[in-house]
């Protein structure tokens, strides 16, 4: 499966954006989704993920209750909304995807390219 990221940009501090991932290639909703983030001189950590029929999300501490997951398999495409964001949430994120939940958590075998987000204070 093919992954491609979107929605990046600048935001304020408190402000909101969505990430877009677009599906292509394989039956995306065979597959659970994940979000991965990495700021700059830091490690490549997880953020969020969402179980192939969308009954199931998973969180890193440091977004519940901000960001939130989902998905629409009519239109290939997995969301991630980010709400009241902070200039710690500044980083590139990246979409991932793959059959096995463990390994969507983990060490999924999809990746897309990444999208910026910057939040400025």
């Known amino acids: 499966v093919q992954l491609q990221a979107s929605g990046g940009g600048l935001v304020q501090a408190g402000g909101s954006l969505r990430l877009s991932c677009a599906a292509s290639g394989r039956t995306f909703s065979s597959y659970g989704m994940g979000w991965f983030r990495q700021a700059p001189g830091k490690e490549r950590e997880f953020v969020a993920a969402i179980s192939w029929s969308g009954g199931s999300t998973y969180y890193a501490d440091f977004v519940k209750g901000r960001f939130t997951i989902s998905r629409d398999n009519a239109k290939n495409t997995g969301y991630l909304q980010m709400n009241s964001l902070k200039p710690e949430d500044t980083a590139v994120y990246y979409c991932?995807?793959?059959?096995?939940?463990?390994?969507?958590?983990?060490?999924?075998?999809?990746w897309g390219q990444g999208t910026q987000v910057t939040v400025s204070s």
């Open positions: 991932a995807a793959d059959v096995d939940m463990t390994r969507v958590v983990r060490t999924p075998d999809y």
